[in-house]
T-cell receptor, first 116, second 114 residues
Framework: EAGVVQSPRYKIIEKKQPVAFWCNPI?????LYWYRQNLGQGPELLIR????????DSQLPKDRFSAERLKGVDSTLKIQPAELGDSAVYLC??????????????FGEGSRLTVL | AQSVTQPDIHITVSEGASLELRCNYS??????LFWYVQSPGQGLQLLLK??????LVQGIKGFEAEFKRSQSSFNLRKPSVHWSDAAEYFC????????????FGAGTILRVKS
């Protein structure tokens, strides 16, 4: 079974530029998460989807971050414009709906963003 | 507010020695508890989980953890560490009362010396 796939793995941009990250969850997983992991810290939830619906986006900085999950499968996280403080690893995770209620997640390898 | 504390940022153990990584949480609810491991350049992988029942849980790669409600702790243990266990370990807590949102600790980096 293929795992959660993310791209790109690494991205270096200058501040004020836009950037987008893509995630393909495990087949059949209805729940999809985007986490941000700053250096030396644990992951922090940005947004959670149940199918196409964003059910928890309270931690997403909506002035510059946006996300979508069209058709309830793949998802894209966008930052526009990027700031220096956005340098982090962006992790995508998925879970079958019957496991989502107990928090067990399957993570991708992450997309490391460096903003210069 | 709910929080998770991993008091040790770094731990170094000798190969073959025993290991204990500490995790304390602050939750006003009955928690679900997890340990994840992250190798360099890799995503997080679930080691073990506690939902209810037996407070000593077994996980993959020979790891175990014990839930102690009175101490609000969920420490990870392994009797004999292998060099391949070198990685970063994250404790995470969730609760139905908080929408099952996982809160992660800051992680403990394990170094194994030969």
């Amino acid at each position: 079974e293929a795992g959660v796939v993310q791209s790109p793995r690494y991205k270096i941009i200058e501040k004020k530029q836009p950037v987008a990250f893509w995630c393909n969850p495990i087949s059949g997983h209805n729940t999809l998460y985007w986490y941000r992991q700053n250096l030396g810290q644990g992951p922090e939830l940005l947004i959670r989807y149940e199918n196409e619906e964003a059910v928890d986006d309270s931690q997403l900085p909506k002035d510059r971050f946006s996300a979508e999950r069209l058709k309830g499968v793949d998802s894209t996280l966008k930052i526009q414009p990027a700031e220096l403080g956005d340098s982090a690893v962006y992790l995508c995770a998925s879970s079958p709906v019957w496991r989502a209620n107990t928090g067990e997640l399957f993570f991708g390898e992450g997309s490391r963003l460096t903003v210069l | 507010a709910q929080s998770v504390t991993q008091p040790d940022i770094h731990i170094t153990v000798s190969e073959g020695a025993s290991l204990e990584l500490r995790c304390n949480y602050s939750y006003g609810a009955t928690p679900y508890l997890f340990w994840y491991v992250q190798s360099p350049g890799q995503g997080l992988q679930l080691l073990l989980k506690y939902f209810s029942g037996d407070t000593l849980v077994q996980g993959i790669k020979g790891f175990e953890a014990e839930f102690k409600r009175s101490q609000s702790s969920f420490n990870l243990r392994k009797p004999s560490v292998h060099w391949s266990d070198a990685a970063e370990y994250f404790c995470a807590v969730g609760a139905k009362e908080y929408g099952n949102k996982l809160v992660f600790g800051a992680g403990t980096i394990l170094r194994v010396k030969s």
